[in-house]
Structures are given as C-alpha cells and as structure tokens.
C-alpha cells in the first residue's frame, strides 16, 4: 500500500451507481491519502465537473448520460486532462470501448475487486504526473528546444518582447517546425497567460464548418445546427487563438476574419446581431503569403493586418544544436504515453541522428523517437530500434519495406504489429509479452482492447 511521504495531491471524483462499491474505491484511495468525492448520478457528476478541477473521474457507464448528453464525450472536450476511468458491465462494454476511443484512460468491469480500480487510479496518476513534468518542461525551457543558433537566438528575443504586448503574430516555416509550440510560448509568457489558448488547423476543415467552428453558429443556421453554438473565438476570449495553416483559410472566412481583427466583434453563423470579444491572434503558415497576395488567393489587407510581427522558424535541420535537448524531451513524453522506461540511446543511434536531415522537422523528430521507445526491448535506444529510413539515410517512400500504396505504417500501426509479433513469438502468452515489451501487464491489456488483439 501506497505511504502517506508519497501522497500526491490529487481530486478524484468517484461517480457510482452503487453506493457502496463507490465508497469501498473512495476508502482505498483515501488510505493511499488522494482526496476523494462521491456523487450517485449523472446530474451530479455535471455539477462537480463544473464546480471544481479533478485529476481523475471514475465513471460509472450506467450514469454515462444526462438527457442529450453524453458525459464521456463532454467532460473531454471541458477537461482533456482528466484522467478517466471507466467502470462497465456486459450492457455497457462497447460504450467502454467508444470512452477509450474518445481518451478515455481505462475501463475495468463493475464486478472487480475496488482494489483493483484504486491501484489503476494510481496508475493514471502517476502517468499524469510525467506528462505534467514533460507539459511544464515545455513551457519552462522552449529556449533551449529551439537552439542556440543566432537566428533562433533572435526568435526567443522576438517573442520574449512581442508577449507581453496584444500584437498579432505570423509564424513562418516549413511544416513540423514547431509553430504551435512557439506560438504557446507567446500565450504563455503573455497577460493572457491565465485564459484560454486554443489552436485549430484551418486546412484540416472544410469551409462551412471551420466558419461555424470558429466563429459559432445559431440554432437552425443550417441543416443540422439544432442548438446555439460558441465559436472558438468567444471559447478564447481574454486568451489567444492560434490559426494553424491559415493560407489555406477560404476567401469568404479570411473576410470575416479580417472582420474580427478590424473590430473586435464576431457574428455566428445565422446571427442577426454580432458581439465583442477580446481575443489575441497568431497565425502560421508554411506557405509564402507574398506569391498567395500576388496570385490573389490571400487576402492582401489580411496579410497587412497578421503581419505586425513576422517570426521566421528555421527547419530542424539548420538548427541541430537543439537536438540533445529535444530527444530527452521526446523520450520522456514517449514513456509516458506508451508506459515504457527508456532512459537513452546508444552512441550509434544518437550518431545516426545526428546525420539524418529532418525533412518532417521537430514532428518527425517526435515520431522517430516514439518509434524507438515502442520498439525498444531495453532501457537503451539502439540502432536497430530506429525507422529505417534513419538507420540507412534517406530512402525514397517506394523503397521502404513497410509502405503499402505509398504510405508508411502510422506510429500506432507500428505499435499493434510489434504486439502482435511479440505475442505469436510467445504464443500468446501475455505475461511474457508485457516483461518482453517493457510494459506492465494492464497497459499490454488496454493495448490489445484498443487495437482489436483477441485474447487466447
């Protein structure tokens, strides 16, 4: 059992159906000395959710709705850092199934013992924990993630004077650069630091629906709009908005963004009557805005009006001095997520990465790195543990043995193969495979109910 000197401070909400089984999981995480609260249905997990901040929320599927709404889906998009964890029965498993796809961290049947779920809760935690430490590593140290070359040396000198002001910002580089990660950095060191920053790729909407994400909608403004929406932008107001890809924002919502930057109002969709919001804007874009302007596929005044501070990032690739720093980085966040402990690599490997040349940038540096920790069957990166276009340099798409129709396997494709490997070389036998994979014997459960793995 968990000692009292290692108590972290953390809210857990237990919403249970059954009384008593609530209070047996309450009792166990109290003895381990998390702070824990009880409610009996749905309408009480929206009024504590709304209330407070919890680390955790143990969900009974059985209260998992409240009229039209889902509670899986909505205590999501409120709190995408909550770690949930779903209690089912045989009525409810394929919601439990649904709740994982949704981010859900586990699901564990109502008839387990409540020690059970207490020591999965624990589980939750502590991963929590690590990714907090990589989130505030992020945000505490971006100056050395970005490089000590003179040209990223004058990026942080940029953003550290344009923060602290409501100037908008235009970010500039080739896709995977870390735009997003910059443009954080200036919310962060802002006034605004303590509201909402909320990014959206424009390019991955199509234009009817990017306008009514980003600017709301009213009840019955189109087919399907049954309700009143907020807009990203009311979402963001007092905070930043941040507007990935936006030179591929249509003509007709680049107008009604200028529109927002002219007067400070925007206007849902089918609304009658607009309405103020205090919203900072950066945009990025891996595209040149001066031939869109020219071709007259960018609006010229919207240019004028995003282009008060320019920040130009330069691919990884020209900044390699930054590597060291973003690979601990990426390992640790890469533990974290797949319930490895990988502490480094060997020299061959960081010697092969150091003469690879990015053309995916600081993101497909994230993806190689993932792909290391997934395949690693110690606490050491090795050589072969890396994506063979890194360990034999550049490879055409076509050559790579792992591509069908010319697509390389996804990091999750990757990862359910070697699973799946890793089980027929052991022949099924699962607690062999979990030491194998260097994982806990749980997350290789969750991890065969998240990629479909029968169990034998």
Known sequence: MRSKKNTINAHILIACQVKDYGAAIARFLNSYGYQTERCHDAAGVLRNVGRRFYDVLVLDLDLAREGDVDLVSFIRQKNPDIQLILLFDSLTIERALEGIRQGAFFYLPKSGAPSDVAMVVEKALHIRSVETSAQDFEQTVF??????????????????????????????????????????????????????FIAINCAALPEGLLESELFGHVQGAFTGAEHDKRGLFEEADGGTIFLDEIGDMS?????????????????????????????????????????????????????????????????????????PALMSHFIARANARYGKNVRGMDDHAKGLLQHYDYPGNVRELESIIAHAVILADHDTIRARDLPEPVQFGRVPRLALPYTAEDTTLTLAQVEERHIRETLEKLNGNQSAAARRLGISRSTLWRKMSEYGIKQS
Not at 288 to 296: G, P, Q, S
Not at 301 to 321: A, C, G, H, S, T
């Open 143 to 196: 100056e050395e993630l970005v490089g000590q070359t003179p040209v990223m040396q004058r990026v942080v000198e940029i953003i550290q004077k344009v923060a602290p002001t409501d100037s908008t910002v235009l970010l500039l580089g080739e896709s995977g650069t870390g735009k997003e990660v910059l443009a954080n950095a200036v919310h962060r060191l802002s006034r605004r630091n303590d509201k909402a």
């Open 251 to 323: 003509p007709i919502t680049q107008a009604k963004l200028l529109r927002v930057l002219q007067s400070g109002e925007i206007r849902r969709v089918g609304a009658s009557t607009a309405q103020k919001v205090d919203v900072r804007v950066i945009a990025a874009t891996n595209r040149d805005l001066v031939e869109a302007v020219a071709t007259h596929t960018f609006r010229e005044d919207l240019y004028f009006r995003l282009n008060v501070i320019q920040i130009r990032i330069p691919p990884l690739r020209e900044r390699m001095d930054a590597l």
